[in-house]
DNA sequence: ACCTGAACACCGTTCAAGT
DNA sequence: ACCTGAACACCGTTCAAGT
């Protein structure tokens, strides 16, 4: 037995596992506490390495915090997804479900969902972090696309509609994940009520003759004119 | 002439300005930097005085920012009043110019509406900022309530209505303040134009008849269901 | 009552050194 | 290539002391 078990037992983490195990333990630790405030030390010390080891695998504490926030929006884009694909055959219905989908996300990972759209990634560019959290978009694009071939809406606006959508779900989210939403949106089944309504209040709108034609009323974009 | 000129200058904060100074100070310092990230020590340096009389004032760092994140709710409430007087006679005109304003603002004070809907104040009561919030978000309540009167909207759901509108424009802001709603939105028009197309599609569904009855279709709060 | 200087525990990051 | 120990500059907060 010329295998030094020291060395053997040290080594465990000299195959790789480390990035995968320091992700796996700040997802943890933000979901027990509720918030992104962890520091790296704290996170060393849970994977059981030296407070600077992580500096092997990630340039900084915000790089490490975008491997999260990119494996959280994966884990959104198939919540979603899996939401739609329950309704195969009626897109009103994955307008919704996928709505909802979104907001229960949130609210189930509160802390995992202000990260990902938190300030920390507002500088810098971290464009795989970025374009996983379109693809989760992409989603809401597919649906409403299905939405316009079923004449819920019409074509030439799918874009902007799918924003407005998102903004909706986003905000209803972000809303009730901070308390602000109050009192009206208290618990689940009151918030999945907001979606309910809203969704509708959307999809009965979307083929106001104004949403389709709305340069022919500009004098509030006159009044509060935005500079930038 | 027996005072002392030396004691007269260094008294200068000892009338109670020094409260007033350091949100100053803050509200200051995130404009120029586009973020809330700035340190005890760089605001006394800012105002100039020791890097721990804020202590006097101040509890701890995050009520000195809960009181400049109060002043800037008062600030989006009379932006958002002063739009929707732009037009006494027409509810529908203010439902749009009130959204715009709420877009505007954050998009022009961008770490401002970070720090007023962030993280920081997601624990504790923070009693007198939120009340702060609330009465910004009962300046659209107001609106919707003389939309409602005008018959845009049915009457028994203004409450809702309002939770759906505000988080829509909410999450507009959010998302363009966080550069996660290009490629659509890139510039002042294409947001306003946002707005304008968001609003125009609530208003032309609110008075879709699921809306009012909404728990008819209960088939997807099921498949989702949120658990809390 | 209001502010200061010194101190404490903690933090993110760097770097030379070990294997 | 990957990890450690020591060090650096910085941070929020506390506290005894000054006026």
Same mark, same amino acid.
């Given at each position: ?62 790089a490490l915090?975008? +491997?999260?926030?990119?494996? *959280? #929006?994966?884990? /959104? @884009? ?5 939401? !739609? &694909? =329950? ?43 970025? +374009?996983a959290g379109?693809? *989760? #978009?992409?989603? /809401? @694009? ?5 939405? !316009? &071939? =079923? ?61 389709? &034609? ?15």
């Amino acid at each position: 037995m010329p295998t030094r078990k020291s060395t053997r037992r040290s080594k465990t983490y000299h195959h790789g596992n480390l990035e995968h195990a320091l992700v796996d333990a700040v997802s943890e630790m933000i979901s027990e506490r509720g918030n992104w405030d962890c520091s790296m030390r704290d996170i060393a010390r849970r994977v059981g390495v030296s407070h600077n080891a992580a500096y092997s695998h990630f340039p900084d504490k915000t790089a490490l915090l975008a +491997a999260v926030a990119e494996r *959280a #929006f994966e884990a /959104l @884009r198939s919540a979603t997804a899996e939401a !739609a &694909a =329950a309704y195969p055959d009626d897109p009103e219905e994955q307008f919704l479900a996928i709505g909802m989908a979104y907001v229960k996300f949130g609210c189930d990972r509160p802390a995992h969902f202000r990260l990902m759209f938190g300030p920390l990634f507002a500088d810098g560019d971290w464009a795989s972090m970025k +374009a996983a959290g379109q693809a *989760a #978009f992409d989603e /809401l @694009r597919t649906v409403l696309k299905r939405c !316009a &071939a =079923a004449g819920l809406l019409p074509e030439s606006r799918i874009e902007e509609l799918a924003i407005s959508a998102w903004a909706f779900v986003h905000g209803l989210t972000t809303l009730a994940v901070d308390g602000r939403a109050e009192p009206f949106v208290r618990d689940a089944k009151t918030i999945m009520q907001a979606v309910r309504i809203g969704s509708y209040s959307m999809l009965g709108g979307f083929n106001d003759p104004r949403v389709s &034609a709305p340069r022919t009323k500009f004098s509030v974009g006159q009044a509060v004119e935005h500079e930038r």
